[in-house]
């Protein structure tokens, strides 16, 4: 998972906070995918970025959550007022631009702990 | 609605042995399909992958196949070594959607793999 940073790993909230998770890709890559994982789950898809433009956000609950991919530094994941639903393992992946048979590289993921 | 599948959610393999992991998928638009290994605390990490105008692909002691009419995958480890226990995760995805890139995955739920010495 090397080259794949997410910070912070563990992130703990009260209920009604904001969360961000911010994700650096691999260098060279400017595609930015987030998923989620519930503990027994798999990982669910929530937005996929590139730089400044979000190409896919079909996995994004419609409130609350918000994610950017600026011109300059990390992507970011916001949860508004967070809730015990939203504990779960925060995954960021990238890939390198228009190729289609270069898998995904995964961070370690943030794991989010609302109280 | 579960469009990719991995019904066994645990196997347990002596050292040595044949791992088998099987998945299988609803959607006849995947065209690529990936194999992740997860330990605990990390993040997914790549195996291996299967474009859909193949049926087999190796590499090293992995090898999958893939079964396009029965709409099944499988992801084969011999010999299965200790340090292979760990959650595999299948996923898909369905390229054309996004111009040829990888765009969004689908994943299974994953199977833990634990390799018994």
């Known amino acids: 998972n090397a080259g794949v940073m997410q910070n912070p790993r563990h992130l703990v909230r009260r209920r009604g906070q904001e969360a961000r998770l911010r994700c650096s890709p691999m260098?060279?890559?400017?595609?930015v995918y987030w998923y989620r994982q519930l503990p027994e789950e798999g990982l669910k898809f929530m937005v996929y970025?590139?730089?400044?433009?979000?190409?896919?956000e079909s996995g994004m609950p419609k409130e609350r959550f918000s994610a950017e991919f600026p011109k300059e530094g990390p992507s970011i994941l916001r949860i508004q007022q967070v809730v015990r639903g939203d504990s779960a393992a925060y995954f960021c992946?990238?890939?390198?631009?228009?190729?289609?048979?270069?898998?995904?590289?995964f961070g370690n993921g943030t794991r989010l702990t609302v109280t | 609605d579960q469009q990719v599948k991995q019904n066994s959610p645990s196997l347990s393999v002596q050292e040595g042995r044949i791992s088998i992991l099987n998945c299988d998928y609803t959607?006849?638009?995947?065209?690529?399909f990936l194999w992740y290994k997860k330990y605990p605390a990390e993040g997914p990490t790549f195996l291996i992958s299967?474009?859909?105008?193949?049926d087999k692909n190796e590499d090293g002691r992995f090898t999958v196949f893939l079964n396009k009419s029965a709409k099944h995958l499988s992801l084969h480890i011999v010999p299965s070594q200790p340090g292979d226990s760990a959650v595999y995760f299948c996923?898909?995805?369905?390229?054309?959607?996004?111009?040829?890139?990888?765009?969004?995955?689908?994943f299974g739920k994953g199977t833990k793999l634990s390799v018994k010495p």
């Open positions: 992946a990238s890939s390198p631009i228009g190729t289609g048979d270069s898998p995904l590289h």
């Open positions: 260098k060279g890559h400017s595609h």
């Open positions: 970025l590139q730089k400044e433009n979000i190409i896919d």
């Open positions: 959607n006849s638009m995947f065209d690529y």
């Open positions: 299967i474009s859909s105008i193949k």
């Open positions: 996923a898909a995805s369905a390229r054309v959607n996004y111009g040829g890139s990888q765009g969004n995955l689908i």
